[in-house]
T-cell receptor
Framework: DTGVSQNPRHKITKRGQNVTFRCDPISEHNRLYWYRQTLGQGPEFLTY????????KSRLLSDRFSAERPKGSFSTLEIQRTEQGDSAMYLC?????????FGSGTQLSVL | GNSVTQMEGPVTLSEEAFLTINCTYT??????LFWYVQYPGEGLQLLLK?????DKGSNKGFEATYRKETTSFHLEKGSVQVSDSAVYFCALSEARGKLQFGAGTQVVVTP
């Protein structure tokens, strides 16, 4: 499968714990995006990488959130001290141009 | 800022009925416009796109025309199938390839 891969598919955690998600983009794609989607809403942009450089972060991305793409390939999104409001589907997408390819997402539930 | 507004769902149709999902946008400049589809349990997939005024995007029997004068990009299909049941998202492009999504419209097609 050469699509965008996200792991884990589901994550259940207790409030206050840290969680980390991984995204493996399509191999030749230099652009990588993280989005968040809550029930009944469209995806909301969180952050953007071009190769290993994080070029933009949304105001939605509080200080508890950090993302990396150390070698310009896979990316990780970490949430520290999770809150119930962080419960959502976290989507990763990659692209070479205007066409974004999305992964199936990581569903986070904070209890 | 930019925004996308699409009709609320769910939209329930019988097989072979005509489908229209309305989408209007607010944007500075002339963004590209997209329709993405999310089938149950899957990631978002690009359905079609249009890059300038009066362009028509089409795919799998779906069509949408970029109307600058009405700032709209309505999605249509002449004869839906049960397999078209999904959530449909209208989106516009922003800087760095980011997408601004609408809230999504669930479509349910019954046999």
């Amino acid at each position: 499968d050469t699509g965008v891969s996200q792991n884990p598919r589901h994550k259940i955690t207790k409030r206050g714990q840290n969680v980390t998600f991984r995204c493996d983009p399509i191999s030749e794609h230099n652009r990588l995006y993280w989005y968040r989607q809550t029930l009944g809403q469209g995806p909301e942009f969180l952050t953007y990488f071009q190769n290993e450089a994080q070029l933009e972060k949304s105001r939605l991305l509080s200080d508890r959130f950090s993302a990396e793409r150390p070698k310009g390939s896979f990316s990780t999104l970490e949430i520290q001290r999770t809150e119930q409001g962080d419960s959502a589907m976290y989507l990763c997408a990659s692209s070479l141009n205007e066409k974004l390819f999305f992964g199936s997402g990581t569903q986070l539930s904070v209890l | 800022g930019n925004s996308v507004t699409q009709m609320e769902g769910p939209v329930t149709l019988s097989e072979e009925a005509f489908l229209t999902i309305n989408c209007t946008y607010t944007a500075t400049g002339y963004p590209s416009l997209f329709w993405y589809v999310q089938y149950p349990g899957e990631g978002l997939q690009l359905l079609l796109k249009a890059t300038k005024a009066d362009d028509k995007g089409s795919n799998k029997g779906f069509e949408a025309t970029y109307r600058k004068e009405t700032t709209s990009f309505h999605l249509e299909k002449g004869s839906v199938q049960v397999s078209d049941s999904a959530v449909y998202f209208c989106a516009l492009s922003e800087a760095r390839g980011k997408l601004q999504f609408g809230a999504g419209t669930q479509v349910v097609v019954t046999p």
